[in-house]
Structure formats: structure tokens, C-alpha cells
């Protein structure tokens, strides 16, 4: 399984943009990055997810560097209820388990 | 609404006591599976479905049982609970089981303790 890294924890001023890192070196041609959030006492939630270009939803956007080894989810503006653990998946497209695996993730933390 | 809907949201069992968590999913997905969530290890996908009567284990299957009688359906069994499964338990649907260019939905989820 392919694996992803991402910092334990940052911080962020509500209202300011976030830039939420992660690395995935060992991605194949046809795993996809997903973003998932986690808030407090609730079950995970999905944000975004792509292949190999930028993404944008009502959520976020996501930015996939050219050689696919990183990526990055940008909050446009956090706030306070954007508070919560995020963790970047890579899906893996021969797969047909479903299987999302979960890191520890980042923890974000906003404040006001 | 599409959700996916468990219950109970907490339960409380002794040891030994045979019991059912029930999920459900009105987004008619053919794709359901049973996660657990500790401290330190994350979220561990325990069974998965691709289909009404297609289930197959995941990670961590050990003391557990699924059926999917039903596409909506998808209820995780403790025949002999132990303590070692008291855990936060997320059941999740999605559109199909390769997730490559689909979103998952998960539950509320399940807080198990088992004395």
C-alpha cells in the first residue's frame, strides 16, 4: 500500500489560508489522492480528491505537484468549524477493496 | 439527504453478550464497509461488501461477522464481545468499491465498550 506523509499538527488564524502539506512518494500512475476531515466526536468526512490536476470544490482546493510525489489541500479561508484532523489517502485504482487507509493525520487547529 | 445511518451511537456490553450494530444507507451505493478507529493505530478497515451477499474481510476481520442481505443494509456482529473491541466503529458506503474517482460516506459512529 502506498503510503502517505503529513505533519502532526499546525495552526491557522481564521479568516487566513491554509496549506495543508502532504507527500506520497511511492504513488503509482493510478492511485488518487483523496482528502478526508475528521471533526471532533464525528465520523470522517470527504473534502476533495484528484489524479493529476489542481481541483476545486465548494470545500477546498487541492494541488498536485507535476511529478504526483506531493500534494497540498488549501482552506481558502479557515474557520473555526474547519477545526478538525485531515488526513490525505491514496486509493489505489487496481484495488477493488475499497480500502481507504487512514494515517494519523494532520490536526488542525484555528484560531480566532 | 444521503447519509449513512448506525446505530446505536453507544453501547455499553459485557463481555461475552452477543450484539449487533446496524447500518444503514439510502444513497442506494453497492459498496459498504466496517472501519474501527483506536488511539495510535488509526482507522482499520474489519469487513467490506461489493455487493448484496459479497462481503470479504479486511484488516483486522478477527471476532467479527457482516452480512448483506439487503444493498442498504450492512449490520456488523460480535458473536463473543471482548474487551479488546472496544472501539469507535465507522461504518462507510460509497458508489463503488474501487474508490478511484468516488467519494465515501461515513456514519456517525459507534462508541463500543465492552467491561
Known amino acids: 500500500d502506498a503510503k502517505t506523509t503529513q505533519p502532526n499538527s499546525m495552526e491557522s488564524n481564521e479568516e487566513e489560508p491554509v496549506h495543508l502539506p502532504c507527500n506520497h512518494s511511492t504513488i503509482s500512475g493510478t492511485d488518487y489522492i483523496h482528502w478526508y476531515r475528521q471533526l471532533p466526536s464525528q465520523g470522517p468526512e470527504y473534502v476533495i480528491h484528484g489524479l493529476t490536476s489542481n481541483v476545486n470544490n465548494r470545500m477546498a482546493s487541492l494541488a498536485i505537484a507535476e511529478d504526483r510525489k506531493s500534494s497540498t489541500l488549501i482552506l481558502h479561508r479557515a474557520t473555526l468549524r474547519d477545526a478538525a484532523v485531515y488526513y490525505c489517502?491514496?486509493?489505489?485504482?487496481?484495488?477493488?477493496?475499497?480500502?481507504?487507509?487512514f494515517g494519523q493525520g494532520t490536526t488542525l487547529q484555528v484560531k480566532p | 439527504e444521503a447519509q449513512v445511518t448506525q446505530n446505536p451511537r453507544y453501547l455499553i456490553t459485557v463481555t461475552g453478550k452477543k450484539l449487533t450494530v446496524t447500518c444503514s444507507q439510502n444513497m442506494n451505493h453497492e459498496y459498504m464497509s466496517w472501519y474501527r478507529q483506536d488511539p495510535g493505530l488509526g482507522l482499520r478497515q474489519i469487513y467490506y461488501?461489493?455487493?448484496?451477499?459479497?462481503?470479504d474481510k479486511g484488516d483486522v476481520p478477527e471476532g467479527y461477522k457482516v452480512s448483506r442481505k439487503e444493498k442498504r443494509n450492512f449490520p456488523l456482529i460480535l458473536e463473543s464481545p471482548s474487551p479488546n473491541q472496544t472501539s469507535l466503529y465507522f461504518c462507510?458506503?460509497?458508489?463503488?468499491?474501487?474508490?478511484?474517482?468516488?467519494?465515501?460516506?461515513f456514519g456517525q459512529g459507534t462508541r463500543l465498550t465492552v467491561v
Open positions: 461488501s461489493m455487493n448484496v451477499e459479497v462481503t
Open positions: 489517502i491514496l486509493s489505489e485504482g487496481s484495488s477493488n477493496t475499497g480500502k481507504l487507509i
Open positions: 462507510a458506503s460509497s458508489l463503488q468499491g474501487s474508490y478511484m474517482n468516488t467519494e465515501a460516506f
